[in-house]
C-alpha cells in the first residue's frame, strides 16, 4: 500500500472535468454504489463525512473522509481536508491511501463545469458571476474555464478585500469586485458560500441564467432565496443527499419546496435524459459532492503513477 501525498503534479482540469463528466453519466446509468455520505457534528466547530463508492467502469472503490471547519482560516488551516482510502475490489485489501485535500477542490470544481456545459444558456462569451471568494470558488472558476470562454467575471465576497484579491487573480478574464446583485446579473453564477440564510436573491437572477449552487453541503446550509428554487429548474448531484444536505434541504424541511419537483441528476443531463428546457430557463445545479467524483480523481492520480511512499500493510 501506498500513501500519496499529492503536492504537485495534479491533473488538468481538462482532464479532470471529463474523468468527472464520466462518473455522473455513469451515476446517470445507474451503474455505481454509493450510499449517501454520513456526517459526525463538531457542533459549533465543525464536522467530518465519510463517503464510500464503488465505481465499475473504473475498477475502483474506496471511502473518503472529509472535515469542513469554516473557522480554520483564523488558525491557518483550509476549511477542508480529506483522505481517500482505495480499496482493491479483488482482495479487500487497502491499495492506496491520497491525500485529497486539494482533489477535493478540483472535484467540486470539475461538477460545476460539467453542469455549466450542459445547462449553461451558450458556450463562449460567457459572464460568470461568483459568491464568494475562498479556495472553492477558485476551483470553479479554473474549471469553468476549461469547459467554457469566459469573457468576465463578476466577483462577491463579503470582505471586499477578499473580493479584490480574487479579481486580481483572474484578471485574465476581466474579473472584477462588484455589488452582489450586479454578481447575480450574469451567464452562470457559482455560490460557494458556507451560509445558513440566503444571500441571493430571486430578483436578482435574470432569466436564462445557470446556477451552481456549491457551498450548501449540509442540513441547515442555505445560499439562495427559496423563491428561486420555485423559478428555477433544479438539477442534483444525488437526490438523497440533496435532501439532506443540498440546497433544498432547508426549502424542503420547512414544506416551503416539494421535492417532487426535482428535475433530475446532472448524470440524467450528460447522458441525454433531461436537459434545459428552453432558452429562458432558469437552471440550477444542486452540488452536495459525490463519493464517486472523488474515486474518478483518485484514479486519475494512480494512473499518472503520483509518487507515494511504501507503507507496511497488510
Known sequence: MKYHPVHSGYPPYVEANSAIEAAFAEHGRGNVQMPPKVYV????????????????????????????????RARGLPTVMALTVIIDVETGIPKAIINATELTAMRTGAAGAVAARYLAPRQSSVTLGVVGAGRQAEAQVEATA??????????WSRTE??????????????????????????????????????????????????????????????????????????????????????????????????????AGTLGEVVTGK????????????????????????????????????ELPFP
Open 146 to 155: 476549461a469547459a467554457l470562454t469566459i469573457e468576465e467575471i463578476r466577483v
Open 161 to 262: 478585500k477578499s473580493a479584490e484579491a480574487f479579481a486580481a487573480r483572474y484578471s485574465e478574464y476581466n474579473a472584477r469586485s462588484v455589488s452582489i446583485e450586479r454578481a447575480c446579473d450574469c451567464d452562470v453564477l457559482t455560490t460557494t458560500t458556507p451560509s445558513t440564510k440566503p444571500v441571493v436573491m430571486a430578483d436578482w437572477v435574470r432569466e436564462g441564467t445557470h446556477i451552481n449552487a456549491i457551498g450548501a453541503d449540509a442540513p441547515g446550509k442555505q445560499e439562495l432565496d427559496p423563491a428561486l428554487l420555485l423559478k428555477a429548474k433544479v438539477f442534483v448531484d444525488d437526490p438523497d443527499q440533496a435532501i439532506h444536505s443540498g440546497e433544498i434541504n432547508v426549502p424542503i424541511s420547512t414544506g416551503y419546496y416539494d421535492p417532487a419537483r426535482i
Open 274 to 309: 433531461k436537459g434545459r428546457s428552453s432558452p429562458d430557463a432558469i437552471t440550477l445545479f444542486d452540488s452536495t459532492g459525490l463519493a464517486i467524483q472523488d474515486l474518478a480523481i483518485a484514479a486519475l492520480v494512480l494512473r499518472d503513477g503520483d509518487e507515494g511512499y
Open 41 to 72: 457534528t463538531f457542533v459549533e466547530t465543525g464536522d467530518f463525512r465519510t463517503m464510500p463508492a464503488y465505481l465499475p467502469a473504473l475498477g475502483i472503490a474506496g471511502v473518503k473522509i472529509v472535515n469542513v471547519h469554516p473557522h480554520n
